[in-house]
């Protein structure tokens, strides 16, 4: 019995993120959350130490979230290049 699809919520940071992308790398975010909040869940993840945050990775990018499990929600923080995803 399944209690719902998760849904995702961008900040408005990490959509001013996205609309900066190129259409391509775009795509491939978009498709990585989509993958994230399947069932089962897939993608590589990792929750950031010292924080609430976890971390998607896509190619040289990264989506920054956290995830609110009693709403089935995933916020999505931000979306950066790897070199600048953890500055912030």
């Known amino acids: 019995m399944s209690e ?3 849904r995702v919520e ?6 001013r993120d996205l609309r900066r992308l190129d259409p391509p790398v775009r795509r491939r975010v ?3 959350l989509e993958r994230l909040v399947g069932e089962p869940p897939s993608g590589d993840v990792v929750k950031l130490s010292g924080s609430e945050e976890w971390r998607l990775r896509v190619g040289d990018w990264r989506v920054r979230f956290e995830g609110d499990p009693s709403a089935r929600v995933i ?6 290049p790897r070199g600048r995803a953890y500055r912030d």
């Open 4 to 6: 719902g699809a998760w």
């Open 30 to 32: 978009f498709d990585a």
């Open 75 to 80: 916020y999505v923080l931000r979306v950066l």
């Open 10 to 15: 961008l900040t408005p940071r990490a959509a």
